[in-house]
């Protein structure tokens, strides 16, 4: 549940930096890192709060720390793009579908098909990392591993770090080198190894390399949510990060919904390590479908030069122009 509260939070954060950031992918990893650094903190002590107060003053503390976090929003925060409003929703208002559903409709000059591709890339990923995550506490706490709350605490926190880390790092250095889809896919390669390593794990050593080796996985979230940040107007990055986090938020629940009972039936078989190998091959299928992204600059330079139009319109106004000479001269003409 730590990870989806990441997952929504860092979706609105990224929405509201990009507003204020516009054009930055770097923005996204950053905030993804400052978040997970909360979740290192929270894991480091969640052994020390179970074992010294028990599990209900800890959800207290969870609870007066979202309270928090909403009044800092609605007060402290200033509005990003008040220009951009054309007018106020209520809630649970349909208003707000009819908004999502615009910013899927609008053709983009080819860039639709590019935001629904990344759209259902950013779900399967989701779905392949994030709601695996259950199935990463059992089969440590279960044989062969059989670890501790504490021990449990800490591979989370570091996994959290280097999650963080590890995305600050793909996208500020990887950047200079190769493009931001590169990027993507050397973060998926890294994502598919670490998974494939996690299956066979049995010594502790090599559970802790896990995060190590898929360091770079870290960098794709981010990039693929300021791509679609990027294909967007500023005034439709709302209504579009509300639905990604939507897909992501039920990407997670099918994921435990899925993984779950496959731990359970392939640990009766002999072999738990199962979910994580089909967790690898459903991320080789954006891996896949990166072959067919475009940048999302080029569309907006698209939208740009379409939008260079007026130009017609002054030629137009010379035409204009032109007869009104004519006119002048004759009467000249006649007169003579």
């Given at each position: 549940?730590?990870?989806?509260?990441?997952?929504?939070?860092?979706?609105?954060?990224?929405?509201?930096?990009?507003?204020?950031?516009?054009?930055?992918?770097?923005?996204?990893?950053?905030?993804?890192?400052?978040?997970?650094?909360?979740?290192?903190?929270?894991?480091?002590?969640?052994?020390?709060?179970?074992?010294?107060?028990?599990?209900?003053?800890?959800?207290w503390f969870i609870f007066a720390c979202h309270v928090?976090?909403?009044?800092?929003?609605?007060?402290?925060?200033?509005?990003?793009?008040?220009?951009?409003?054309?007018?106020?929703?209520?809630?649970?208002?349909?208003?707000?579908?009819?908004?999502?559903?615009?910013?899927?409709?609008?053709?983009?000059?080819?860039?639709?098909?590019?935001?629904?591709?990344?759209?259902?890339?950013?779900?399967?990923?989701?779905?392949?990392?994030?709601?695996?995550?259950?199935?990463?506490?059992?089969?440590?706490?279960?044989?062969?591993?059989?670890?501790?709350?504490?021990?449990?605490?800490?591979?989370?926190?570091?996994?959290?770090?280097?999650?963080?880390?590890?995305?600050?790092?793909?996208?500020?250095?990887?950047?200079?080198?190769?493009?931001?889809?590169?990027?993507?896919?050397?973060?998926?390669?890294?994502?598919?190894?670490?998974?494939?390593?996690?299956?066979?794990?049995?010594?502790?050593?090599?559970?802790?390399?896990?995060?190590?080796?898929?360091?770079?996985?870290?960098?794709?979230?981010?990039?693929?949510?300021?791509?679609?940040?990027?294909?967007v107007d500023p005034d439709e990055r709302g209504a579009?990060?509300?639905?990604?986090?939507?897909?992501?938020?039920?990407?997670?629940?099918?994921?435990?919904?899925?993984?779950?009972?496959?731990?359970?039936?392939?640990?009766?078989?002999?072999?738990?390590?199962?979910?994580?190998?089909?967790?690898?091959?459903?991320?080789?299928?954006?891996?896949?479908?990166?072959?067919?992204?475009?940048?999302?600059?080029?569309f907006r330079k698209m939208e740009d030069t379409t939008?260079?139009?007026?130009?017609?319109?002054?030629?137009?106004?010379?035409?204009?122009?032109?007869?009104?000479?004519?006119?002048?001269?004759?009467?000249?003409?006649?007169?003579?």
């Amino acid at each position: 549940m730590s990870l989806l509260h990441i997952l929504n939070s860092l979706a609105g954060l990224v929405h509201l930096c990009a507003n204020f950031v516009p054009g930055s992918s770097t923005n996204g990893a950053v905030i993804q890192f400052v978040v997970f650094i909360g979740g290192v903190v929270s894991q480091l002590t969640s052994g020390a709060w179970l074992k010294n107060l028990g599990f209900i003053p800890p959800y207290w503390f969870i609870f007066a720390c979202h309270v928090v976090a909403v009044l800092w929003a609605a007060f402290l925060v200033p509005e990003s793009k008040q220009k951009f409003q054309k007018k106020k929703m209520r809630f649970f208002s349909l208003d707000s579908f009819r908004a999502i559903w615009s910013v899927y409709k609008k053709p983009r000059n080819g860039g639709r098909k590019n935001l629904f591709m990344l759209l259902i890339s950013d779900g399967i990923i989701n779905l392949g990392v994030m709601g695996i995550s259950g199935v990463v506490a059992l089969f440590v706490l279960r044989t062969p591993l059989c670890w501790g709350p504490s021990t449990l605490g800490v591979f989370m926190a570091f996994r959290f770090f280097i999650q963080g880390f590890g995305g600050i790092v793909g996208i500020g250095i990887l950047k200079r080198f190769i493009s931001e889809i590169n990027v993507t896919r050397v973060g998926m390669v890294s994502q598919c190894a670490s998974l494939v390593f996690f299956a066979f794990c049995d010594r502790t050593w090599m559970v802790f390399l896990v995060p190590v080796i898929g360091i770079l996985g870290g960098a794709v979230v981010p990039l693929y949510k300021g791509m679609m940040s990027q294909t967007v107007d500023p005034d439709e990055r709302g209504a579009m990060f509300s639905s990604v986090t939507t897909v992501d938020t039920f990407c997670n629940f099918l994921g435990a919904f899925i993984f779950n009972p496959m731990y359970i039936r392939s640990s009766n078989y002999g072999f738990p390590g199962l979910p994580f190998l089909v967790s690898a091959v459903l991320i080789i299928i954006p891996l896949i479908m990166t072959k067919f992204l475009k940048d999302p600059l080029s569309f907006r330079k698209m939208e740009d030069t379409t939008g260079e139009e007026p130009e017609v319109d002054e030629k137009d106004v010379q035409l204009e122009e032109a007869p009104t000479n004519d006119n002048e001269k004759q009467p000249q003409m006649t007169s003579l």
